[in-house]
Protein backbone atom coordinates (compact mmCIF):
# COMPACT_ATOMS: atom_id res chain seq x y z
CA UNK A 1 0.00 0.00 0.00
CA UNK A 2 1.45 3.68 -1.42
CA UNK A 3 0.66 6.10 0.79
CA UNK A 4 1.31 9.74 0.18
CA UNK A 5 2.01 12.53 2.46
CA UNK A 6 0.45 16.68 1.28
CA UNK A 7 2.03 18.77 4.03
CA UNK A 8 4.29 22.01 5.02
CA UNK A 9 5.52 21.01 8.26
CA UNK A 10 8.49 19.38 8.33
CA UNK A 11 7.86 18.10 11.45
CA UNK A 12 4.41 16.97 10.78
CA UNK A 13 5.72 14.92 7.73
CA UNK A 14 8.64 13.07 9.65
CA UNK A 15 5.77 12.42 12.45
CA UNK A 16 3.57 10.85 9.51
CA UNK A 17 6.56 9.07 7.77
CA UNK A 18 7.39 6.76 10.72
CA UNK A 19 3.27 6.49 11.44
CA UNK A 20 3.07 5.34 8.14
CA UNK A 21 5.90 3.05 8.79
CA UNK A 22 4.35 1.31 11.63
CA UNK A 23 1.72 0.03 8.97
CA UNK A 24 2.06 -3.41 7.36
CA UNK A 25 3.20 -3.34 3.75
CA UNK A 26 2.89 0.10 3.89
CA UNK A 27 5.56 2.87 2.38
CA UNK A 28 5.66 6.13 1.38
CA UNK A 29 4.65 6.98 -2.25
CA UNK A 30 5.41 10.57 -2.47
CA UNK A 31 5.31 14.03 -0.28
CA UNK A 32 4.28 17.19 -1.32
CA UNK A 33 4.39 20.44 0.51
CA UNK A 34 1.09 21.89 -0.68
CA UNK A 35 -2.21 20.91 -2.55
CA UNK A 36 -1.28 22.59 -5.71
CA UNK A 37 2.31 20.05 -5.57
CA UNK A 38 -0.52 16.77 -4.49
CA UNK A 39 -2.53 17.74 -7.46
CA UNK A 40 0.67 17.61 -9.81
CA UNK A 41 1.79 14.53 -8.34
CA UNK A 42 -1.22 12.84 -8.60
CA UNK A 43 -1.93 13.47 -11.89
CA UNK A 44 1.43 11.16 -12.75
CA UNK A 45 1.12 9.00 -9.80
CA UNK A 46 -1.97 7.93 -7.92
CA UNK A 47 -1.24 6.45 -4.59
CA UNK A 48 -3.24 4.13 -2.48
CA UNK A 49 -4.39 6.28 -0.28
CA UNK A 50 -3.66 10.17 0.88
CA UNK A 51 -2.84 11.87 3.77
CA UNK A 52 -4.20 15.25 3.25
CA UNK A 53 -3.32 18.44 5.30
CA UNK A 54 -5.82 21.60 5.14
CA UNK A 55 -4.16 24.66 5.84
CA UNK A 56 -1.23 24.65 3.35
CA UNK A 57 0.83 27.84 1.39
CA UNK A 58 -0.51 28.12 -2.35
CA UNK A 59 -3.40 25.90 -2.41
CA UNK A 60 -5.45 24.37 0.64
CA UNK A 61 -6.67 20.86 1.40
CA UNK A 62 -10.31 21.51 0.84
CA UNK A 63 -9.21 22.34 -2.81
CA UNK A 64 -6.62 19.99 -3.15
CA UNK A 65 -9.03 17.73 -2.42
CA UNK A 66 -11.76 18.85 -4.58
CA UNK A 67 -9.55 18.95 -7.85
CA UNK A 68 -8.15 15.25 -7.12
CA UNK A 69 -11.56 13.57 -6.34
CA UNK A 70 -12.36 15.07 -10.04
CA UNK A 71 -9.63 14.41 -11.74
CA UNK A 72 -7.72 11.40 -10.40
CA UNK A 73 -10.14 10.06 -7.59
CA UNK A 74 -8.16 8.43 -4.38
CA UNK A 75 -8.69 7.88 -1.20
CA UNK A 76 -8.11 10.64 1.15
CA UNK A 77 -7.83 11.08 4.73
CA UNK A 78 -7.60 14.28 6.14
CA UNK A 79 -5.07 14.51 8.72
CA UNK A 80 -4.64 18.01 10.85
CA UNK A 81 -3.42 19.63 13.46
CA UNK A 82 -6.49 20.42 14.86
CA UNK A 83 -9.73 18.74 14.02
CA UNK A 84 -12.38 20.89 16.23
CA UNK A 85 -10.29 24.29 14.95
CA UNK A 86 -10.45 23.07 11.33
CA UNK A 87 -13.93 21.32 11.75
CA UNK A 88 -15.33 24.17 8.60
CA UNK A 89 -12.66 23.24 6.30
CA UNK A 90 -12.73 19.80 7.85
CA UNK A 91 -16.59 19.01 6.66
CA UNK A 92 -16.02 20.97 3.42
CA UNK A 93 -13.18 18.40 2.76
CA UNK A 94 -15.29 15.56 3.60
CA UNK A 95 -17.82 17.07 1.05
CA UNK A 96 -15.18 16.91 -1.64
CA UNK A 97 -14.58 13.84 -1.34
CA UNK A 98 -12.31 12.85 1.58
CA UNK A 99 -13.27 9.99 3.81
CA UNK A 100 -12.67 10.48 6.84
CA UNK A 101 -9.92 12.95 9.45
CA UNK A 102 -7.53 12.93 11.98
CA UNK A 103 -5.64 14.79 14.20
CA UNK A 104 -1.84 14.10 12.84
CA UNK A 105 0.15 12.63 15.02
CA UNK A 106 3.30 13.78 17.06
CA UNK A 107 7.05 13.21 17.91
CA UNK A 108 7.96 12.35 21.12
CA UNK A 109 11.33 12.29 23.15
CA UNK A 110 13.95 10.40 21.48
CA UNK A 111 12.03 10.49 18.09
CA UNK A 112 8.94 8.38 19.02
CA UNK A 113 5.92 8.71 17.04
CA UNK A 114 3.22 9.45 19.32
CA UNK A 115 -1.07 9.07 18.72
CA UNK A 116 -0.79 7.57 15.80
CA UNK A 117 -3.22 4.45 16.61
CA UNK A 118 -6.10 6.30 15.09
CA UNK A 119 -4.05 7.41 12.33
CA UNK A 120 -2.92 3.88 11.56
CA UNK A 121 -6.73 2.33 12.65
CA UNK A 122 -8.32 4.95 9.66
CA UNK A 123 -5.89 4.07 7.51
CA UNK A 124 -6.42 0.03 7.89
CA UNK A 125 -10.62 0.99 7.75
CA UNK A 126 -10.08 2.53 4.18
CA UNK A 127 -7.60 -0.18 2.66
CA UNK A 128 -10.75 -2.49 3.71
CA UNK A 129 -12.99 -0.13 2.40
CA UNK A 130 -11.06 0.54 -1.10
CA UNK A 131 -9.84 -3.04 -1.96
CA UNK A 132 -11.80 -4.90 -4.33
CA UNK A 133 -15.00 -6.98 -4.02
CA UNK A 134 -16.40 -9.29 -5.05
CA UNK A 135 -20.36 -9.07 -6.34
CA UNK A 136 -22.68 -10.55 -3.63
CA UNK A 137 -24.70 -12.89 -4.29
CA UNK A 138 -28.81 -11.87 -4.55
CA UNK A 139 -29.69 -10.86 -0.87
CA UNK A 140 -32.75 -12.55 1.05
CA UNK A 141 -35.44 -10.31 2.51
CA UNK A 142 -36.09 -12.19 5.77
CA UNK A 143 -39.12 -11.93 7.02
CA UNK A 144 -40.85 -13.20 10.07
CA UNK A 145 -44.44 -12.35 9.60
CA UNK A 146 -46.49 -10.34 11.45
CA UNK A 147 -48.44 -6.62 11.09
CA UNK A 148 -46.44 -3.24 9.44
CA UNK A 149 -46.65 -1.33 12.55
CA UNK A 150 -43.90 1.19 12.03
CA UNK A 151 -44.85 3.94 9.84
CA UNK A 152 -43.09 5.30 6.90
CA UNK A 153 -39.39 7.16 7.25
CA UNK A 154 -37.06 8.52 4.75
CA UNK A 155 -33.65 6.43 5.22
CA UNK A 156 -30.96 7.67 3.44
CA UNK A 157 -27.52 6.14 3.94
CA UNK A 158 -24.14 8.05 2.51
CA UNK A 159 -20.06 8.12 2.28
CA UNK A 160 -17.61 9.82 0.72
CA UNK A 161 -19.20 13.37 -0.38
CA UNK A 162 -22.10 12.58 1.50
CA UNK A 163 -22.48 15.90 3.71
CA UNK A 164 -22.60 17.82 1.06
CA UNK A 165 -25.37 15.30 -1.07
CA UNK A 166 -27.20 14.91 2.24
CA UNK A 167 -27.42 18.78 2.76
CA UNK A 168 -28.33 19.56 -1.00
CA UNK A 169 -31.41 16.33 -0.76
CA UNK A 170 -32.76 17.75 2.91
CA UNK A 171 -32.80 21.31 1.09
CA UNK A 172 -35.59 20.20 -0.69
CA UNK A 173 -37.95 19.00 1.96
CA UNK A 174 -41.00 20.74 3.97
CA UNK A 175 -40.13 22.60 6.98
CA UNK A 176 -40.47 21.26 8.76
CA UNK A 177 -40.49 17.70 7.33
CA UNK A 178 -43.76 16.07 7.73
CA UNK A 179 -41.73 12.70 8.67
CA UNK A 180 -39.22 11.48 9.86
CA UNK A 181 -35.84 10.78 8.19
CA UNK A 182 -32.53 8.84 9.40
CA UNK A 183 -29.51 8.95 8.24
CA UNK A 184 -26.64 6.69 8.06
CA UNK A 185 -23.37 8.56 7.30
CA UNK A 186 -19.80 7.15 7.63
CA UNK A 187 -18.05 9.58 9.64
CA UNK A 188 -15.31 9.13 12.79
CA UNK A 189 -17.73 9.89 16.00
CA UNK A 190 -15.39 12.98 17.37
CA UNK A 191 -17.00 14.46 14.02
CA UNK A 192 -20.69 13.46 14.11
CA UNK A 193 -22.13 16.04 16.47
CA UNK A 194 -20.34 18.41 14.15
CA UNK A 195 -21.90 17.09 11.43
CA UNK A 196 -25.81 17.23 13.11
CA UNK A 197 -24.93 21.22 13.60
CA UNK A 198 -23.19 22.02 10.51
CA UNK A 199 -26.04 20.23 8.87
CA UNK A 200 -28.66 22.13 10.80
CA UNK A 201 -27.01 25.20 9.96
CA UNK A 202 -27.03 24.61 5.88
CA UNK A 203 -30.69 23.06 5.92
CA UNK A 204 -32.50 24.75 8.55
CA UNK A 205 -34.06 21.11 9.32
CA UNK A 206 -33.84 19.72 13.12
CA UNK A 207 -30.99 17.12 12.45
CA UNK A 208 -29.55 15.74 15.88
CA UNK A 209 -27.91 12.94 16.73
CA UNK A 210 -29.65 9.63 16.87
CA UNK A 211 -29.94 8.56 20.56
CA UNK A 212 -30.90 4.97 21.43
CA UNK A 213 -34.36 4.95 22.66
CA UNK A 214 -35.13 7.95 20.20
CA UNK A 215 -38.89 7.26 18.83
CA UNK A 216 -38.77 8.79 15.19
CA UNK A 217 -40.92 11.42 15.06
CA UNK A 218 -42.53 14.24 11.87
CA UNK A 219 -40.03 17.21 11.29
CA UNK A 220 -36.69 15.74 12.84
CA UNK A 221 -33.70 14.22 11.09
CA UNK A 222 -31.42 11.79 12.93
CA UNK A 223 -27.71 11.15 12.13
CA UNK A 224 -26.14 7.55 13.55
CA UNK A 225 -22.77 9.54 15.46
CA UNK A 226 -21.38 5.77 17.27
CA UNK A 227 -18.53 3.28 16.10
CA UNK A 228 -21.92 0.91 16.61
CA UNK A 229 -24.45 0.47 14.19
CA UNK A 230 -27.75 2.17 14.38
CA UNK A 231 -30.98 0.49 13.92
CA UNK A 232 -34.65 0.27 14.35
CA UNK A 233 -35.84 -2.00 16.55
CA UNK A 234 -39.15 -4.30 17.07
CA UNK A 235 -40.74 -1.30 19.42
CA UNK A 236 -40.19 1.15 16.56
CA UNK A 237 -37.24 2.52 18.43
CA UNK A 238 -33.69 3.34 16.98
CA UNK A 239 -31.20 1.54 18.94
CA UNK A 240 -27.24 1.45 18.97
CA UNK A 241 -26.26 -2.44 18.35
CA UNK A 242 -22.20 -3.54 18.30
CA UNK A 243 -23.22 -6.54 15.93
CA UNK A 244 -21.85 -7.49 13.90
CA UNK A 245 -18.51 -6.60 14.51
CA UNK A 246 -17.35 -8.06 11.33
CA UNK A 247 -18.59 -5.16 9.18
CA UNK A 248 -16.14 -2.00 8.38
CA UNK A 249 -18.65 0.59 7.75
CA UNK A 250 -19.53 2.18 11.19
CA UNK A 251 -22.46 2.75 11.19
CA UNK A 252 -23.35 0.27 8.97
CA UNK A 253 -26.10 1.48 6.03
CA UNK A 254 -26.98 -2.43 5.12
CA UNK A 255 -27.45 -2.66 8.92
CA UNK A 256 -29.93 -0.31 9.24
CA UNK A 257 -31.67 -0.84 6.17
CA UNK A 258 -32.07 -4.38 7.22
CA UNK A 259 -33.50 -3.30 10.79
CA UNK A 260 -36.62 -1.59 8.77
CA UNK A 261 -37.15 -4.69 6.94
CA UNK A 262 -36.92 -7.02 10.05
CA UNK A 263 -38.97 -5.00 11.67
CA UNK A 264 -41.58 -4.86 9.32
CA UNK A 265 -41.47 -0.94 8.83
CA UNK A 266 -44.27 0.46 6.87
CA UNK A 267 -42.49 1.11 3.41
CA UNK A 268 -41.24 4.64 2.96
CA UNK A 269 -38.49 5.93 0.61
CA UNK A 270 -34.80 4.88 0.93
CA UNK A 271 -31.63 6.32 -0.75
CA UNK A 272 -28.25 5.49 -1.46
CA UNK A 273 -25.70 8.65 -1.85
CA UNK A 274 -21.81 8.86 -2.82
CA UNK A 275 -20.10 7.07 -1.08
CA UNK A 276 -16.87 4.14 -1.72
CA UNK A 277 -17.66 0.70 -1.24
CA UNK A 278 -20.74 -1.57 -1.28
CA UNK A 279 -22.14 -1.11 2.11
CA UNK A 280 -26.25 -0.07 1.82
CA UNK A 281 -26.96 -1.72 -1.85
CA UNK A 282 -28.22 -5.29 -0.11
CA UNK A 283 -29.97 -3.59 2.01
CA UNK A 284 -31.49 -1.67 -0.75
CA UNK A 285 -32.26 -4.39 -2.30
CA UNK A 286 -34.22 -6.01 0.79
CA UNK A 287 -35.82 -2.73 1.03
CA UNK A 288 -37.45 -2.42 -2.54
CA UNK A 289 -38.53 -6.37 -2.31
CA UNK A 290 -40.46 -5.12 0.75
CA UNK A 291 -41.94 -2.31 -1.25
CA UNK A 292 -40.20 0.81 -0.56
CA UNK A 293 -38.96 3.51 -3.00
CA UNK A 294 -35.62 3.10 -3.60
CA UNK A 295 -33.18 5.61 -5.11
CA UNK A 296 -29.14 5.53 -6.08
CA UNK A 297 -27.40 8.73 -6.62
CA UNK A 298 -26.28 8.49 -10.14
CA UNK A 299 -22.85 8.69 -11.35
CA UNK A 300 -22.83 11.96 -12.82
CA UNK A 301 -23.47 13.73 -9.69
CA UNK A 302 -21.71 11.24 -7.34
CA UNK A 303 -18.12 12.21 -6.08
CA UNK A 304 -17.24 8.37 -5.59
CA UNK A 305 -20.10 5.91 -7.59
CA UNK A 306 -19.39 2.98 -5.33
CA UNK A 307 -22.30 2.73 -3.21
CA UNK A 308 -24.56 3.62 -5.53
CA UNK A 309 -23.03 1.81 -8.32
CA UNK A 310 -23.18 -1.22 -6.53
CA UNK A 311 -26.75 -0.66 -5.82
CA UNK A 312 -27.88 -0.58 -9.41
CA UNK A 313 -25.42 -3.34 -10.06
CA UNK A 314 -27.92 -5.75 -7.78
CA UNK A 315 -31.01 -4.37 -8.85
CA UNK A 316 -31.69 -2.38 -5.77
CA UNK A 317 -32.36 1.27 -7.16
CA UNK A 318 -36.18 1.68 -8.31
CA UNK A 319 -34.58 5.36 -9.65
CA UNK A 320 -31.40 6.31 -10.50
CA UNK A 321 -31.12 9.79 -10.26
CA UNK A 322 -28.93 13.37 -9.81
CA UNK A 323 -28.45 14.39 -6.56
CA UNK A 324 -30.78 17.79 -7.13
CA UNK A 325 -33.51 15.59 -8.31
CA UNK A 326 -33.50 13.14 -5.42
CA UNK A 327 -34.89 15.54 -3.06
CA UNK A 328 -37.54 16.38 -5.00
CA UNK A 329 -38.72 13.32 -5.46
CA UNK A 330 -38.98 12.17 -2.25
CA UNK A 331 -40.81 14.67 -1.28
CA UNK A 332 -43.46 13.61 -4.44
CA UNK A 333 -43.20 9.53 -2.64
CA UNK A 334 -43.77 10.29 0.72
CA UNK A 335 -46.55 13.15 -0.22
CA UNK A 336 -48.34 9.61 -2.39
CA UNK A 337 -47.83 7.43 0.04
CA UNK A 338 -49.45 9.76 2.96
CA UNK A 339 -52.37 10.27 0.31
CA UNK A 340 -52.99 6.54 -0.25
CA UNK A 341 -52.65 6.79 3.94
CA UNK A 342 -55.70 8.93 4.48
CA UNK A 343 -53.09 11.68 5.01
CA UNK A 344 -50.54 10.39 7.03
CA UNK A 345 -47.39 9.65 5.87
Known amino acids: MRIAIVNDLRLAVEALRRAVATIPGASVAWIAEDGAQAVAKC ?3 VP ?18 RRIMSATPCPILVVTAT ?20 ETPGLGPGGSVERAEALVRKVNMIRMIAAPRRAAAEPVVHMSGG ?41 DPQFAAGLASWLTSETRHD ?5 SGDLPLAGRIYIGATEDHVVLDEGGKLRHVSEPKEIVFRPS ?12 AAPGVAVVLTGMGRDGANGLFN ?40 GGAIVQHMSRIARHNGGHA
Open 287 to 326: LRKAGWQTIAQDKATSVVWGMPGASVEVGAAGSVLPCDQI
Open 83 to 102: VDGNSARVFEALGAGALDAV
Open 253 to 264: VDVFFDSLVTHH
Open 147 to 187: KLAIGPIVAIGASTGGPQAIAQVLRAFPKPAPWPVVIVQHV
Open 48 to 65: DIILMDMIMPVMDGVEAT
Open 207 to 211: VRIAQ
Open 43 to 45: ATD
